[in-house]
DNA sequence: TAGCGCTCGTTGACATGTAAACCAAGTTCG
DNA sequence: CGAACTTGGTTTACATGTCAACGAGCGCTA
């Protein structure tokens, strides 16, 4: 490889800043988030798209795919929020093999009481200190990022 | 607690945005660095911060604050990295209790081979698809929300 | 319809992170 | 000085993720 092209003042700024933010961001959403209603990340993301549906309910493997989490560790984790009441295992009415996952009762109320502080606290970490123009500039890097992989894929 | 204040259209694009893209810019560069020079980002991130000391050494708990870790976390990795010969611990002169971790040289070899492909990788998937502008918001964006997590903290 | 290959979900073996207990070495203060 | 407290690092117990292998069921095709 030649001399490798390395990052200028800006580009570095730019880089650097995002790598901390993401590391002590998301660590301080996902402590406010266990201490006000004691639920990961993760189990937040599966009720989450659990709600998405109107009957509550996924296969395992379309919602790995929707999460972008490997089957085994959804696998893992359903187990998991199971024990805890969380979420159920039903069978697959047109397939021996499936797992249907389903939204408990008592994951519904889980959800429930944990949506607002989680958006609170989302808010006072990130959005509200943010500009439109800032949100706005946010949601178009995401979306050049993400096309970006997208098209590196296909 | 009252009625939340859910995010609109603008606020839930840059958070959602933020999230996934979060999840799979660094799992891309991750497998990237992996593929490219068999170091995980933990190790790249110890060798960078070995390399930053001219002496190339750092005490453990010092090292730990600055990248934000926790002790044990570090020595563990730390464990495996000199089984790997890429560092080496010592003792400390100064305190019989302490651990210095020493750059070794096959350490420093592997963060020379590392560097351009892994620069040349964030390039592709982040740096270069922004423009100017986009650099500078991101880094500002970090700015605002690190300073305003340091707050939190004091 | 029998066989073969593929998919679905689970699991075993292992890698890596956290929280808390622990030991040893420093430090403070009567 | 020396007991009590603090600090630095390791370790134990456990939580959670990955990869690969597996068993069971689906479905194409000969």
Redesign the interface.
């Known amino acids: ?1 030649a001399e ?4 200028d003042d ?2 570095s ?3 650097l ?2 790598r ?7 660590a ?1 959403i996902s402590r406010d988030l266990h201490r006000d209603s004691g639920l990961s990340d993760a189990d937040y993301d599966v009720l989450s798209a659990l709600t998405a549906r109107q009957d509550r309910r996924w296969r395992l493997q379309e919602l790995a795919d929707r999460m ?1 989490w490997s089957k085994s560790r959804l696998s893992r984790h359903i187990s998991r929020m199971e024990e805890r009441g969380l979420v159920s295992r039903e069978e697959c009415a047109t397939d021996g093999r499936g797992a249907v996952i389903v939204l408990s009762e008592g994951g519904w109320r889980a959800i429930q009481e944990a ?3 989680h ?2 606290s ?2 006072r ?3 509200d ?2 500009t ?15 096309s ?2 997208a098209s ?1 894929d296909a």
């Open positions: 490889m490798p092209r390395w990052l800006r580009q700024r730019a880089w800043g995002y901390r933010m993401r590391l002590l961001l998301d301080q972008l949506a607002p502080p958006v609170e989302v808010r970490h990130l959005i200190l943010l439109d123009e800032q949100l706005d500039a946010l949601g178009d890097i995401s979306d050049i990022v993400l970006n992989l590196d």
